[in-house]
């Protein structure tokens, strides 16, 4: 690998930008996802991940389990806004990212 | 190329179908998916990447990479490696993001 | 509309799918069966090899013929099928989202078998985006299950068990393999009979090696193969890249399962005990998302967790629970231990933390 290959195939990011955040101090997939949108194409992170995760214990020495996953958010693969949007009264609301942080208040603890 | 005659399974492509790729026909067989069809054309290149306009083509076949969208009747990002070849189905490849901001869409 | 219910709803019809499947709809429970293709077997369709290490009551039979059985056992029962269906994700109140691609309608089930299989991980290298490079499990489903050659000359990245029998494969329908590139010391297949065909047939096997470069406008047309300070170029139109398999978790993530690490497993796996029960009450699992193993343990899986949600539901007594669970798992020690004892290592381990996942309330940053 030189630092031009790609690493994530749907935002084309490249090893040397995953290297450059990871530098600044990103730890997580989602870290890194934040700061260079690595695994926010169409595939969401299913190819990336585990590269990204050899990148991370390569460039840190963090081992695998200390690495943990990206988040995985509905929906779990493509699907057309016109059929996601059907019968979509009688549904219960789905997690929302206001669920993935913790609240005091109302404000992000 | 198709494998007329399959080592272990046999001959087993029968049904022939005709689909277009750039409104050129092609041989199909009604087992095939979209992307293995055009691949067994030799037609390998199915779209271009969003930034650096690379070819992409069929990567993992179980419709987790995205990599093998195309536009099929007229439907922008489809898998086309979960998508069954059909009779006169007309695909075009995924070059571009499709138009979504113009006044036609209400923007 | 009314949300529909189910007993059970197991996801993916895989080979442990089908065999939950089995022992569930053969006691009376009412059954969801879904997966994303319209045809059942999971990968065993495109598997045209002889399976080694099936459960005991099995004759040797290729993966298609095993996909055709467990379809067949299960023609007795009515169970609700919903094939080409996908799951899209979880609502908050617990029901799950399913599209037959026109809408998408809500299920409740009472127990959920969550048998996703596993995903073939990816190699980088310069330009390994371009067409023509592909998962050693594409170019195997291209072949046995669209009947399409691939390409006419080929390389390998990895050398698996998996990539033997690929390769071998291959060469039988046509494709010449250039060779096959492994950057460890040593081939990684355990099954030594096959490498040793493998050889025969004038497969070169590259030890130490990796893919330096594929160049090629349109579609991969040359690889630049490095080992040790040599480096050469091959003609070749496809790259079949073999970097293992993990087992698939957005479902287990989006239910907000725990999950611990094992390598020998596939990396993360979903925490769950030896009822092969998740620490979400309603949810079991089984096949490769419990950990990556063989055919034959993925029916063995599969079966455990379909008892263990008959004994959740009392469709089965508990004398008989008990005896089953034994029994399967004797099954299932002696298939792990024969064919890669590390599995099974790891799998006692990773049911031993049980209680102390390493990621837990993963939603909560």
Known sequence: MDKSTIICRCEEISLEEIVEVIANGARTFDDIKRLTRCGMGPCQSKICNCLVAGVIHEQTGMEFHQIPLPRMRMPISPIKLETLATNSTTFSSVKSVLDEVELEDGKVK | MHIKHHPVLGEQLQKTITIYFNDLPYTAYEQQTVAAALMANGIKRLGSSRNLVQPRGLFCTKGRCCSCYATINGEDHVRTCQTMVEDGMKIYPNDEDPEVRGECCGD | ?365
């Open chain 3, 1 to 365: 509309m009314n949300a529909v219910e189910t007993d059970v709803l197991i996801i993916g019809a895989g080979p442990a799918g089908l065999a939950a499947a089995f022992e569930t709809a053969s006691r009376g429970l009412q059954v969801t069966l879904v997966d994303e293709s319209k045809s059942m077997g999971g990968q065993l369709v495109q598997q045209t090899q002889v399976l080694s290490s099936l459960p005991s009551i099995y004759q040797p039979m290729c993966g298609f013929e095993l996909a055709a059985h467990l379809s067949r056992q299960l023609e007795d029962f009515e169970i609700r099928y919903l094939l080409g269906h996908r799951v899209i994700g979880f609502y908050k109140d617990g029901s799950v989202g399913i599209t037959d691609e026109k809408n998408v309608f809500p299920l409740r089930a009472k127990k959920t078998i969550v048998a996703t299989g596993a995903s073939e991980n990816a190699i980088a290298f310069p330009k390994w985006t371009l067409p023509g490079v592909m998962t050693i499990g594409a170019a195997q489903t291209l072949m046995n299950r669209n009947f399409v050659q691939p390409g006419k000359n080929a390389v390998i990245v990895g050398s698996s068990d998996f990539a033997m029998d690929v390769a071998l494969q291959l060469s039988k329908v046509g494709v010449r393999i250039r060779g096959i590139v492994e950057k460890n010391t040593g081939v990684k297949a355990n099954g030594t009979e096959k490498v040793e065909q493998v050889r025969k047939i004038g497969i070169p096997i590259l030890l130490n090696s990796s893919i330096k470069e594929a160049r090629g406008i349109g579609a991969v047309s040359e690889v630049d193969i490095q080992q040790g300070e040599d480096i050469w170029t091959e003609k070749v139109d496809l790259v079949c890249v073999d970097g293992g398999r993990s087992p698939i978790l957005d479902i287990f993530y989006q239910l907000g399962c725990s999950f611990g690490h094992q390598e020998e497993l596939g990396g993360w796996v979903p925490q769950y005990n030896n009822d092969f029960q998740t620490d979400c009450e309603n949810v079991f699992l089984a096949g490769n998302a419990a950990g990556i193993s063989t055919q034959g343990a993925l029916l063995v899986t599969g079966m455990l967790a379909g008892i263990n949600v008959c004994a959740a539901l009392g469709a089965i007594s508990k004398e008989a629970v008990e005896e089953g669970k034994q029994s399967l798992w004797k099954e299932l020690e002696s298939i792990e231990t024969r064919s890669n004892l590390k599995v099974w290592q790891a799998r006692n381990q990773h049911i031993e933390k049980f209680a102390h996942p390493v990621l837990k309330d993963q939603f909560i940053s």
